[in-house]
């Protein structure tokens, strides 16, 4: 017995057996490894010039012999090979005033025009928004180098430039060709002259012929009977004679170790600089896509950016994949890089790797951050976690979490439960913005690649989980961080959820999270009867100070507001511990996790219950900007006249600056708009619903019906709010009609509070 616990104790994740970052991508590749996953693995984590681990796992080869992995292996780095080469000789190029990142493609490859490609721009294929397929028949490369490229010049952009982000390897072969073309010489030659020779990666390059190194070479694959080693993996790079802008370098952890320390240095790396910081800085700063942000060269936060993990930040480092199992992450935050190499098409081409590299590197970013500190509230999670999940042991439960459902050490809720002894999870449920919060549109059913879990989305064909999808659970959690405004759908989400297990007989247990924006004030309008909408789920306030815990135990007691509860409904809701209502999120020791792609700051979700409630008129609130819901404007729009409309308001706590921005997405999309910045001076006297009904005024004011301001009608739900705005009233006697509401609302709410 006391053998069968110590082997069961060695089994279990993190979250319940105590061990360090190394000791768990030592699980986590053992495990890997173990299950056939990948023959094996190299990992190097670096902080400045310290390296913290540089490790090897299992074996460099599996067929013909068996032989240990080293760190000095040689692997295919397959795409890796885009940021590392392709896109670093670009950037040289444009450091050398031979390229500009806007350049057209046709300036240094007339024949590449065909078929209206001639405004395609280096920049578009840099950040895959071309509108090129992802890759062109293979059939297309059985001529020599020549004929194979012809092929490509004679293709068709399936999208228009610029509308769509399609990750292309016919991007890079394009590059490629161009830095050949300018630097007058093969794209392997350049980049040894210009790259690795200068950085001394000494085992860098395009494939693998000195008989001295092939033996160090991982293997992939068989072709035409011979393993390739030291050979191209990817077919057309190999057809190309495995020189190619997006496959066909080859590579060890030390090297790419040195690229990285070169990135990180802003071009430098001892006494030989291969760009200018200035050159680096434009090289790898955020870039809106459409679904996401690149850099020229590196993911950043797209739906392919797995390998990040969960700890660095989407916006502020970035990386790429291979497909062969390579991976490299770098964070100029902590100036640290994350080196992942595998080589998990050795032997059959099954391994997989994805979720694999993203556990690592999340392992590894808790070796070069500071540990944070125990934060002062305990979410409903974190409760659930101390209490062993009692509630929850021999249930067949359900989970309805996003990227925020996480605990203090950013270990995702879906993860937690899967690996909890005693707990079956069966399905999963996606609100609003799917399951890892990076959609700004309809989401699909899918599958989550961590745990192979059914992911139902309740943001597409349906908003709440049909009765088969329930069948057979004994309860559903939710889990998500709601923005504390009536209009945020989350709350929405959870609402239809109890409508659904109240009707299935099915538990909900909600785990509480803080209102981000605090417990204690109220605003804004009720909801009329009968403009009930998704948007407008129950008769509250626009700011209504609830958690979702309360929030849920309001809909159980007063559905809809109509005063009836849920019939049969089964609630738990497992409260915080330590937190209080007057808190803010910056008070609670917990770190702030975006709720969505727009939702990105702590300022913007104070705004958003007034900022809010104007975007489905004809004004930008900020989206596809730097600063959503931190900003207005519209090319009509007068900033001035504006600013000096909200300042006779005397609207507290806020100062308002002229700023001009040109949304990439959303309302406004690629037209320069005049607008005002919406600043915090201080934070405990903004009003958001006093800012949004004064800027509504000013608006309606300056613009009269230029302004759409009717289409306020949906998320304000108001119809004496509203016709308030159009007649002019003054903002106080605007906010003054909100009062009887409140005070009627306010004894309600009395009823299902939690917190002091």
């Known amino acids: 017995m006391g053998n069968l616990l110590i082997l069961s104790c060695l089994l279990l ?49 599996v067929e013909p012999l068996l032989e240990p992995q080293t760190v000095e292996t040689i692997f295919d780095l397959a795409s890796l090979t885009k940021p590392i080469a392709t896109s670093t000789a670009i950037a040289v190029l444009v450091d050398q005033g031979k390229l500009q990142w806007t350049d057209k493609v046709v300036k240094h490859w007339p024949e590449f025009a065909p078929n209206g490609k001639d405004q395609l721009t280096l920049e578009h294929l840099l950040l895959h928004t071309s509108g090129l397929i992802a890759d062109n028949p293979i059939s297309e490369y059985a001529g020599d180098r020549s004929e194979s490229l012809s092929h490509i010049c004679k293709l068709r952009l399936i999208s228009p430039l610029g509308a769509t982000f399609r990750y292309s390897d016919v991007n890079y072969i394009v590059l490629g060709e161009v830095v050949a073309r300018v630097s007058g010489k093969p794209l392997d030659h350049f980049c040894q002259g210009a790259i690795f020779g200068p950085l001394g990666m000494k085992e860098t390059g395009f494939g693998v012929k000195d008989p001295g190194l092939v033996s160090r070479v991982a293997p992939t694959e068989m072709r035409n009977g011979k393993w390739m080693q030291g050979q191209v993996h990817d077919p057309r790079a190999f057809r190309l004679g495995g020189v190619a802008g997006h496959a066909g370098l080859f590579s060890t952890a030390r090297d790419l170790g040195l690229f990285a320390r070169m990135v990180l240095a802003e071009g430098i790396l001892g006494k030989e600089r291969i760009l200018s910081a200035k050159t680096v800085r434009e090289w790898t700063m955020a870039r809106e896509v459409p679904g996401g942000f690149r850099t020229y060269g590196f993911d950043m936060d797209t739906a392919y950016s797995f390998n990040r993990g969960e700890l ?89 979490t996003n990227h925020t459902g996480k605990d203090n050490h950013g270990r995702s809720i879906i993860d937690i439960l899967h690996w909890a002894p005693g707990v079956t999870v069966k399905a999963l449920f996606s609100p609003e913005h799917g399951i890892r919060g990076e959609q700004d549109q309809a989401v699909g059913d899918s599958i989550d690649l961590a745990t192979n879990l059914p992911i139902a989305s309740l943001y597409g064909v349906r908003r709440k989980p049909t009765k088969d999808q329930l069948q057979g659970l004994d309860a559903v959690i939710f889990d998500i961080q709601d923005a504390g405004c009536r209009f945020y759908t989350y709350s929405s989400t959870l609402g239809l959820l109890m409508e659904a297990c109240s009707e299935a007989r099915v538990a909900v247990i909600v785990l509480d999270r803080p209102n981000p924006i605090g417990g204690v004030r109220m605003g804004g309008p009720l909801v009329d009867p009968g403009a009930e909408s998704f948007v407008a789920f129950h008769r509250i306030p626009v700011r209504h100070g609830l958690t979702i815990g309360e929030l849920a135990k309001l809909y159980a007691m007063d559905r809809h507001g109509k005063g009836k509860p849920f019939p049969e409904i089964k609630l738990e809701v497992i409260a915080m511990k330590g937190w209080e209502r007057e808190m803010d999120f910056d008070q609670t020791g917990l770190a702030w996790v975006s709720p969505s792609p727009n939702l990105r700051t702590l300022p913007a979700a104070l705004f958003y219950p007034g900022v809010g409630m104007l975007e489905f008129t004809n004004l930008s609130v900020g989206r596809g900007t730097e600063r959503p819901f931190e900003w207005i404007g519209a090319p009509w729009m007068e900033p001035f006249a504006v600013m000096e409309s909200l300042k006779a308001m005397k609207i507290k706590g806020i100062r308002f600056m002229a700023t001009s921005r040109t949304p990439a997405s959303s309302v406004f999309a690629r037209k320069p708009c005049q607008g005002v910045d919406i600043i915090v001076q201080d934070w405990s006297q903004v009003d958001p619903l006093e800012l949004g009904i004064g800027l509504a005024l000013a608006l309606k004011k300056v613009h009269g019906d230029i302004w759409q301001w009717q289409k306020m009608d949906k998320l304000i739900a108001n119809k004496a709010a509203l016709g308030g705005i159009g007649k002019q009233l003054p903002l106080d006697s605007i906010l003054s009609l909100f009062q009887p509401d409140l005070i009627e609302f306010e004894a309600t709410r009395k009823k299902v509070l939690l917190y002091p």
Do not use: C, Y
Request: hydrophobic share 40%; aromatic share 8%.
């Open 13 to 61: 994740p993190a979250f319940f057996w105590p061990e360090n970052p190394e000791q768990t991508i030592d699980r986590l590749v053992g495990e890997a490894i173990a299950s056939k996953k990948v023959p094996g693995v190299v990992v190097r984590v670096q902080r400045g010039e310290k390296v913290l681990l540089e490790k090897a796992w299992g074996h460099r080869t």
């Open 312 to 400: 660095f930040s989407r916006r502020l480092s970035f990386g790429h994949t291979g497909f062969t199992g390579t991976a490299l992450w770098i964070d100029p935050v902590h100036d640290a890089a994350v080196i992942f190499l595998s080589h998990r098409v050795h032997p059959n081409g099954k391994g997989d790797v994805q979720r694999l590299r993203g556990l690592v590197t999340t392992a590894a970013a808790k070796m070069v951050m500071p540990t944070p500190p125990e934060p002062k509230v305990k979410t409903g999670l974190m409760v659930l976690q101390e209490q062993n999940f009692a509630k929850l042991k021999g249930k067949k439960i359900g989970i309805v």
